[in-house]
């Protein structure tokens, strides 16, 4: 298949470089080419490159700076994937994009599953939210997977930041109680490469919402606490704390946990185990 994707420097696009299978034919489209804060850009340059799938791993991911920055975020996370999905529509090609776990308000205590109603706390919530919906409103041909607490060896995330930081010999304070599930970006970028099989093979019963983490559930200061152990580095001095004492801009959902059931059943990925996975990564490191 021909495919475009939005967004290959991000750690979803590096796993997605990686692994797209090699018959594809993929274009990568990255800033300076395109400006996702320039929706009304989009439609030509997706024509020009003639896909017959697009992938958009692309956007505004700052959920802090977003609370001062609503138009941009507004901007890159709902006109953009809106305008690629009314051009999909167009062309008749089905489109893959990525949500988050900030769409809920994270005060369930069960795993959260596709059809639990919505109700983002933050901007950046709200914007990956109005992604979603403008996505769903323009074509019926979308996939949209969402994930919770990615990273990667690759790009900017709390595995990397702990590691930094424990260099440096500085003390940790991180809150223990946020649950979620860490995700590696190269097991949704496997995820999403079982739903580009099943639409390559013509498949039209993989629409729709999913939900792609790890599988397992711990806190920051658990997840942190397994870093250094796998990376060997037991002498960090970590002091797990609540949240009320690390304020930040954005509010946090207090359960992140999503149920990737719906995966499973439809396209047989079973999420690894969150620290399974959080070893092959440090490996890499
Ligand atoms: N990170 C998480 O913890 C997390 C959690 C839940 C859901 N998600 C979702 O998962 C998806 C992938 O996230 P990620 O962590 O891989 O993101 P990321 O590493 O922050 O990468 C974001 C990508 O978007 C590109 N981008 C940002 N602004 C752009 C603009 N104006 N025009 C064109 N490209 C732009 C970046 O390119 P530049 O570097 O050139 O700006 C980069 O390629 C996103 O939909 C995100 O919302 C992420």
């Given at each position: 298949m021909r495919i475009l994707v939005f967004g290959r420097v991000g750690q979803l696009g590096s796993a997605l470089a990686e692994l797209l299978p090699s018959h594809h034919v993929v274009t990568f489209l990255d800033q300076p080419d395109v400006n996702l804060a320039k929706p009304e850009t989009l439609p030509d340059l997706i024509r020009q490159i003639e896909p017959e799938l697009v992938i958009n791993a692309a956007a505004y991911t700052a959920v802090d700076k977003a609370e001062s920055e609503p138009q941009l975020a507004e901007l890159i996370n709902a006109h953009a994937p809106r305008a690629m999905a009314k051009t999909c529509q167009t062309l008749g090609i089905p489109l893959i994009h990525y949500s988050t776990d900030y769409v809920f308000d994270g005060t369930a205590s069960t795993p959260y599953t596709e059809e639990v109603p919505v109700a983002p706390k933050s901007v950046y919530g709200r914007t990956k939210l109005a992604g979603e919906e403008g996505v769903a409103k323009e074509t019926?041909?979308?996939?949209?997977?969402?994930?919770?607490?990615?990273?990667?060896?690759?790009?900017?995330?709390?595995?990397?930041?702990?590691?930094?930081?424990?260099?440096?010999?500085?003390?940790?304070?991180?809150?223990?109680?946020?649950?979620?599930?860490?995700?590696?970006?190269?097991?949704?970028?496997?995820?999403?490469?079982?739903?580009?099989?099943?639409?390559?093979s013509g498949r039209d019963d993989v629409y729709g919402i999913f939900h792609a983490t790890n599988a397992g559930v711990t806190s920051w200061h658990g997840f942190a606490q397994k870093i250094f152990e796998l990376a060997k580095a037991d002498q960090v001095d970590l002091t797990p704390i609540p949240t009320e004492s690390y304020p930040t801009p954005a509010p946090r959902p207090a359960y992140s946990v999503l149920d990737s059931g719906r995966l499973n059943r439809v396209v047989g990925v079973k999420m690894p185990d969150w620290q399974d996975a959080l070893t092959r990564c440090i490996a890499r490191l």
């Open positions: 019926d041909q979308h996939i949209i997977l969402r994930t919770a607490w990615l990273y990667s060896h690759i790009g900017h995330n709390f595995l990397k930041t702990m590691l930094r930081v424990a260099s440096e010999g500085k003390p940790l304070r991180v809150v223990d109680d946020q649950m979620g599930s860490p995700t590696f970006a190269w097991d949704l970028g496997m995820a999403s490469v079982a739903l580009v099989n099943a639409l390559e």
